[in-house]
Structure formats: structure tokens, C-alpha cells
């Protein structure tokens, strides 16, 4: 399946989550109508040599008419210069709070690019040399034949160009929160498998990377970034501890139904918060960091970090072919892409609904953020692509919010569609009749050792499951199987069937050939 056809199953997979669970008027969908409406905000800031009156408009109604967004938050950086910072619609539709250019969001993977600014920094620095082996801060790191740890530089975890996986430790530690990180060496070296080196993108590659990174300081990514990174920049009002984003304004998630109802999710736990998508930004100090890529590291004339941290991870290090929505892309470095968008360069990392990019040669940077996970991603990096039209005056710009924004219902459509194909053939896989054995014989810890413990109970005779950190809140699918999210927002449900195995009491779970066998029972 390609990257672009996964986006739109995944991004869908939240209406076959909420169609598995009964409604309650608690969870009634919510609207950005019954606040008010999506408008722009009051506060932020705008430069009308940049920014027209026409064009703040259709910023605002563009995203009024996806009917996909509660609430997102756009700047513009112009030769230097904030050309504007607004928010607009909704942080919480529950308290109809609206967004603020101080709103929390969180980033998804567009944290690496503060990580590949981390390593180019701690090198900078002389804390690390990012072509050392990373055998050299992770001497433990022992990878099965014909692999050669030391023969793998840390530089690759940062580019995506290592030649081994670790698919389990990739997945667990962003959905479950179940694999902590002082085990990330005993667990790579139990399941690393090879593969090419290749650009291929994962999280599993800077996961290592930044664990590498802590081992040479002896201090967390986290602390790392917030220490190396945010403060240092200005960026006062961005983390990597929920605990800490959620202590101030910060966005409530939402999962898109229908266009123009939302239903209030779950975002993450600091467990599921990894080194290559775990910080929280605001608008405003999003706007400032494209001000120091632009600037080769200064705001305002004033120096924040050396031009040549900040070009280390601009340089190209690796080539690639890779069309994400409009964008060509054809190299990357440390956090940083760079694509074509019809002849001009675009810088960029996004994650997911996150939209940061910015054009080097033509002095202009975008970001859009949201809380619409999933269905945010239709919107954002269309709207920015619109943004950096009308900026560039292109003849056909008019035209193309319009169009674009058709486009948007399409997609929408198409992503229903395939959710409701895939859930058609998941509900026939699913065993037939009834259940042979209750919540409290199922009760138990199941164990795999690729992803972690299962933590099935018995609340007063309806199964509950647990997966690390996450509730899997299973929902009956036939016979000893459930429908059960194992996933985050906007991930299909998976189905799990408990099954008896050859001795007596013996009961494993098979979720999709993944075995976790029981270790103990109440």
C-alpha cells in the first residue's frame, strides 16, 4: 500500500472506531456552529505588505468550509518578519474556547526537526560526532549477522538510511507506551531484522538516535530539546512532557465523523511520547523557529544559534523521489526535507496535520496547525500550498482555493469509503456465534515479547483490555474475538481472538499472527 493510500485508510479509521462503541449524550458530536462558528480569533498579529485583507479572508473561510477542522492556527514569515499569526476556530469545543496564537498543539512527527537540530547542535558542541559509529554511545547495540553495529554511523538514524528495523520497538513504543527506553538496546538486538539502506522513513530510526544522543550526555531527549532547542530559541511555550503542555492552553483532539462533527479523542500519555513525535509548539513560537531557519539562526539580527548549526541540518545528506499531496520531495537532512513545489524549493518536516515548511530562496515560511487528528491532514497542506500561491502570485491562484477546496470533499469521501470496505472484511473475518469463554476466564496478562503486555480484565463481567499505557476498548466481534483499538487516532481497529491452546487453561490472543500468550491469570 503506498504512503499517500495509508494516509487515507488511517485518517478515516476513526469513524470505524466510533461506530464500534455505543453513543451517549456525553459524547455527542460537538460543532464549531454551537460555539459560534469557525472565525478568525481576536490577538495574534498581521503586516499588510505581506498579508491583504482578501487573502487573511480566505485563510479563515477555507478553513471554515472544509467543515473538517475544530480549530487550527496559521503563520506567515516574510523576509524575516511575522506577516501573521492568527488562530482561529476552536482549542475546545466543549468549553467553545478558542484557539490563541498560544494555544498548545501537539506536533506529531514534525519533532524531528528539533531532534536533527538537537544532533547537529550536541555536535556542534563536541558532545557527539554524528559519524562515530553509534556503537561508540550505544556499546550494548549487538545486531544479528550479517549486521555490523559498528559499522552503522549515528548520522544514518537522523537521515533514515540504517540498515536494520525494529518493527516491534517502532510501533510499541508510539501506540502502547510499553517498551521503556532503558530496554530499547536488549529489545533491538532480540528482534532487529535487516533491511536496505535506502531511505525508508520510520520513527524506529531517530528513536535510536536520540537514545544514542542521552547515552553520550547522560540526560533524556526530552530535557535535551527543551534545554538545547526550545530555550534557547525563544520557545517558551513548547515541550516534550505532556504534563507540561497540558499545564497551559492546549488544544483538545478530535476525530471527524462526519464534516462539521467532531468527537473529542485521546491525544497521548508521555509513555507513547518518543523521540521522533513527542512535543507540544504554539503558533507563535512555531512562527519564531521558521524566523531562525530563515535567518541561518537569527531573529531580528540578533544571533540565536551559529549559521552552521543551522545549515547542518538544511544540507542535503541523502537523495530521494517521494511525492507527499503536492510536493516532490528529493533530498533530506537532519529533521528537514526538501521538496519541489513547482519549481521552487520547499524545506519542510511535517507530522501528520502539522504543516511547517519554508521556501530558503524566496524568504517566506508557512506553518498550519490543528486539533483535527487524522482528518486534518486533508486541510493543512492544502491550505499552505493556497497560502504560498497567492504569496507568489501565481495567474491561477484564485481558481485554485476553490478547487482545492472541492477536493477536500472528495477525499473525504474516498476515505469513508475505504473504512467502511475495510471494516466490511474485517466484521467477516471475525468468528461466527457465541462466546465460549467469559471476561473472567479471559482475564489475565498476555505477553508478547516484540510488543508487550496485554492486560485483559473483568469489570463486572464485560472484557476490558489494556495495551501498555493505551485502552484497547474492546468491542464484542463474534465467537472469542473483539474489535479492539490498538492503535492511535485514526488507526483501523484490529481484531483480537482469544484462543485455548493445547494444555489445559493454556488461552493465547492472535491478533493478525501476532502471538501473546497468557503468563498469568487472576
Not at 496478562?445 to 508487550?452: A, E, I, P, S, T
Amino acid at each position: 500500500m503506498d504512503r499517500m493510500m495509508k494516509s487515507v485508510l488511517l485518517s478515516a479509521a476513526a469513524l470505524a472506531a466510533i461506530s464500534l462503541a455505543p453513543a451517549s449524550a456525553a459524547d455527542a458530536p460537538l460543532s464549531p456552529d454551537r460555539c459560534g462558528g469557525f472565525v478568525a480569533n481576536a490577538g495574534g498579529a498581521v503586516d499588510r505588505r505581506f498579508v491583504s485583507k482578501r487573502l487573511e479572508e480566505k485563510i479563515a473561510a477555507f478553513g471554515r468550509d472544509s467543515k473538517l477542522l475544530p480549530g487550527m492556527a496559521v503563520a506567515v514569515v516574510k523576509d524575516g518578519k511575522i506577516a501573521l499569526l492568527r488562530g482561529y476556530g476552536f482549542e475546545d469545543l466543549g468549553a467553545c474556547a478558542p484557539v490563541s496564537v498560544d494555544t498548545r498543539f501537539y506536533l506529531k512527527s514534525t519533532t524531528k526537526t528539533f531532534l536533527g537540530a538537537l544532533a547537529a547542535i550536541l555536535q556542534d558542541e563536541g558532545k557527539v560526532k554524528l559519524d562515530a559509529p553509534v556503537t561508540e554511545y550505544l556499546p550494548g547495540l549487538s545486531l544479528p549477522a550479517p549486521l555490523n553495529a559498528a559499522q552503522i554511523p549515528l548520522r544514518a538514524h537522523f537521515t533514515h538510511t540504517i540498515p536494520y528495523i525494529d518493527s516491534g520497538l517502532n510501533y510499541a513504543t508510539a501506540a502502547f507506551g510499553s517498551i521503556p527506553e532503558e530496554d530499547f538496546v536488549r529489545h533491538v538486538n532480540a528482534h532487529a531484522q535487516e533491511r536496505s539502506i535506502e531511505f525508508d522513513y520510520t520513527n524506529f530510526a531517530p528513536i535510536i538516535g536520540a537514545h544514542a544522543l542521552g547515552a553520550a550526555t547522560g540526560a533524556n531527549w526530552r530535557d535535551l530539546i527543551e534545554e538545547k532547542v526550545f530555550a534557547p530559541a525563544g520557545m517558551n511555550s513548547s515541550f516534550t512532557y505532556v504534563a507540561k503542555a497540558e499545564a497551559g492552553p492546549a488544544a483538545v483532539s478530535y476525530l471527524t465523523p462526519a464534516r462539521g462533527s467532531f468527537e473529542k479523542t485521546y491525544t497521548k500519555a508521555d509513555a507513547q511520547m518518543h523521540a521522533a513525535g513527542g512535543a507540544y509548539s504554539t503558533i507563535a513560537d512555531m512562527a519564531r523557529w521558521t524566523q531562525i531557519e530563515l535567518g541561518d539562526g537569527e531573529v531580528n539580527g540578533a544571533s540565536v544559534f551559529p549559521k552552521r548549526v543551522v545549515e547542518q541540518t538544511q544540507a542535503r545528506q541523502v537523495q530521494l523521489d517521494w511525492t507527499y499531496y503536492e510536493f516532490r520531495r528529493f533530498a533530506a537532512g537532519l529533521g528537514l526535507y526538501d521538496a519541489d513545489y513547482e519549481g521552487e524549493v520547499l524545506s519542510h518536516h511535517f507530522g501528520g496535520e502539522t504543516h511547517f515548511s519554508f521556501m530558503p530562496e524566496r524568504g517566506i515560511g508557512v506553518v498550519v496547525l490543528t486539533n483535527a487528528i487524522g482528518d486534518g491532514v486533508l486541510v493543512s497542506h492544502r491550505l499552505a500550498a493556497l497560502i504560498y500561491d497567492s504569496l507568489l502570485e501565481k495567474p491561477d491562484a484564485d481558481e485554485r482555493w476553490a478547487r482545492r477546496l472541492g477536493e477536500l470533499g472528495a477525499s473525504f469521501d474516498k476515505s469513508k469509503i475505504a473504512i467502511a470496505d475495510y471494516m466490511a472484511k474485517l466484521k467477516a473475518r471475525a468468528p461466527k456465534g457465541p462466546p465460549s469463554m467469559d471476561a473472567a476466564t479471559l482475564a489475565g496478562v498476555y505477553r508478547n515479547d516484540r510488543l508487550g503486555d496485554v492486560v485483559v480484565g473483568d469489570a463486572g463481567g464485560s472484557l476490558t483490555i489494556r495495551l501498555g499505557v493505551k485502552d484497547g476498548d474492546p468491542v464484542p466481534a463474534g465467537g472469542d474475538s473483539y474489535f479492539v483499538d490498538a492503535g492511535l487516532w485514526g488507526d483501523p481497529p484490529s481484531l483480537f481472538e482469544f484462543k485455548r491452546g493445547a494444555k489445559a487453561g493454556e488461552i493465547f490472543i492472535d491478533w493478525d499472527g501476532r502471538i501473546f500468550t497468557r503468563s498469568a491469570a487472576p
